[in-house]
């Protein structure tokens, strides 16, 4: 069997930039990127905080430290900067890998600066 499992995550980024009619994509400062894992050209799901929108695109490289986050072409009308977004990557894992998989996530604060990561998600209290 094949689990579509969270690869990674970056929680809560803050949309800088909405470009309509830039080529449709989502691009994320080069240094969360790496931090992430998410590739360039991967698949995102993109879940907008403020509004409940969600969509999909895949992400693009901005310049490292930028604190870049531009959602791009047709996703534009779903995001406006100041949106918080949660951007999520998921991967396909057989139950071997899935028994020892771990997502990476990223947190950020209001500029986009990573303010730490985590390997798994608190219990959520009652």
Known sequence: MQLNMLK??????????AE???E???????????????REYEQIH????NNGERFSTYAIRADEGSGIISINGAAAHRAQPGDIIIIAAYGV??????????????????HNTL?????????QAA
């Not at 993109?46 to 905080?49: A, E, H, P």
């Not at 894992?93 to 209001?110: F, G, I, N, S």
């Open 8 to 17: 990674a995550k970056i929680h809560r980024a803050s949309v800088t930039h």
């Open 20 to 22: 309509l009619h830039y």
């Open 24 to 38: 449709g994509s989502c691009a994320i400062d080069g240094n969360l990127l790496d931090i992430s894992g998410i």
């Open 46 to 49: 993109i879940y907008n905080v």
């Open 93 to 110: 894992y057989d139950e071997a890998e899935a028994v020892e998989h771990k997502p990476q996530l990223v947190y950020v604060d209001r």
């Open 115 to 123: 303010t730490h990561t985590n390997t798994s998600i608190p219990k």
